[in-house]
Structures are given as structure tokens and as C-alpha cells.
């Protein structure tokens, strides 16, 4: 499995989302400059995370970005298969594969079997409150003073 550039900035984009979601909105300039993303690149990543209902914009002056449902119920795994579809390491892990003539006696598939399994029990619990959370403890540890 390897995330693209898209996904992380995707990904990125969300947890900046969840940081906020109390204070309201965030232009796509203001992301942009936040995350240092290119914008225009920025607007395709937007577009892709509102089509897979995980943002919501707003128009106008005070318009911008905000995240649709609760932090804690978005996994990274979720992301990860709308921006970059199935995260298997190898095609014949997904059902209904039939293009090896070996499946049913290969010896690699238990293998990227684990692997796939360990990717996954990793990415489908770890949600956005999780991430919120681990940021910040790392804001308040920098923070620590005598």
C-alpha cells in the first residue's frame, strides 16, 4: 500500500477540519496556505472529500469548508479507499479475483493476506478523533513549561 500525495494532503485537510470543528468554517486559501498545499491542487482534493461526504462548503463571504459528522466515526481507512481505492498490496486478496491459475495453492497469498490484515486493523481504527487527540497532546507537551 502506498498513499498518494492526494490522499495525505486529503487526509490533512480533514484532521485540520476536526482541529477546528468548533470554530466555524475555512477558506480553501486559508487551508492552502495553512497546509501549504497548491491551491488549485487543493480544490481537487476538496471536491473528492465532498463527493465522498466527508466535507461540506458553505458560499458566500463568511463561506468556506467545514466537516460533515462526528470525527471519531471517520476512519483513515475510509479516506484512504475514496482517494486511492482498495489498499490490498497484491489484486488477488479482492473477491472474485480470477486471473491466476495458482490462487487456490499460492504460497504468497497467506503472506499478503497478514499483510493486508495488518494495514487494515491499523487504518479502519484509527479515526480523525484519534488523530485530533494525538495533535493535541503534542500541542500541550510543547507547551509544558516551568
Known amino acids: 500500500m502506498q498513499v498518494s500525495y492526494k490522499c495525505d494532503y486529503a ?28 491551491l488549485k491542487f487543493l480544490e481537487q482534493v476538496l471536491a473528492d472529500l465532498r463527493k465522498g461526504g466527508f466535507i461540506e462548503s458553505r458560499r458566500g463571504n463568511m463561506g468556506g469548508y467545514t466537516l460533515v459528522g462526528a470525527p471519531e466515526k471517520i476512519t483513515l481507512g475510509a479516506v ?6 482498495p489498499v490490498e498490496p497484491i489484486d488477488c486478496l479482492n473477491s472474485g479475483y480470477k486471473n491466476c491459475r495458482d490462487l487456490a495453492t499460492c504460497a504468497f497469498k497467506p503472506v499478503w493476506s497478514r499483510v493486508n490484515k495488518a494495514i487494515t486493523d491499523i487504518i479502519d481504527k484509527v ?10 497532546n503534542a500541542s500541550e507537551a510543547l507547551n509544558y513549561s516551568i
Open 127 to 136: 479515526s480523525l478523533e484519534d488523530m485530533t487527540r494525538d495533535v493535541l
Open 80 to 85: 484512504v479507499r475514496h482517494i486511492d481505492g
Open 11 to 38: 487526509l490533512k485537510v480533514l484532521l485540520e477540519l476536526a482541529l477546528r470543528r468548533t470554530s466555524g468554517v475555512i477558506s480553501s486559501q486559508e487551508l492552502s496556505k495553512k497546509l501549504d498545499i497548491p
